[in-house]
């Protein structure tokens, strides 16, 4: 890229309130933030808000949809890689376990994610 960060997380708790042994879960949706590194600072890397990046709403790869009693693979994995070719940034991420996709980051996805500004100590 050009020297900032990308954050990727599922910006939830997951089900810690009914079900702690299930804080692993849902795995969806992947939000995204851009990261800048503030030399001086007691926090180094400062990050924009977030923006919902991708979903599978809860659809298993055989279309089923996930609930209580139908336990359906449904998560987005956010161990990623990230590579630059020809100009062109790539999000390499595995879909629900089963699959290994590639989505384009351009300038126009990143678009308003702004970094705030502030001052080192």
């Known amino acids: 890229m ?3 960060y990308l954050l990727l ?3 939830h708790r997951g089900d810690i309130q009914s079900r ?3 804080t692993h879960r ?10 800048e590194f503030r030399p001086g600072a007691d926090q180094p890397v400062w ?3 977030s923006r919902m990046l991708m979903t599978t709403d809860g659809v298993g790869v055989d279309g089923s949809q996930e609930g209580p009693d139908n336990p359906v693979e449904t998560g987005i994995g956010i161990y ?8 062109a940034n790539v999000l390499w991420y595995p879909d629900r376990k089963f699959f290994l996709l590639g989505k384009k980051i ?3 996805l990143l678009r308003g994610l702004e970094v705030p500004a502030g001052r080192a100590r």
Request: overall charge negative.
């Open 2 to 4: 050009d020297g900032r």
């Open 9 to 11: 997380h599922h910006n």
């Open 20 to 22: 702690p042994e299930k």
């Open 26 to 35: 849902p795995r969806y949706p992947v939000f995204i933030a851009v990261g």
């Open 47 to 49: 990050f924009s808000e």
């Open 80 to 87: 990623t890689s990230f590579t630059t070719c020809t100009g």
């Open 106 to 108: 351009t300038d126009d």
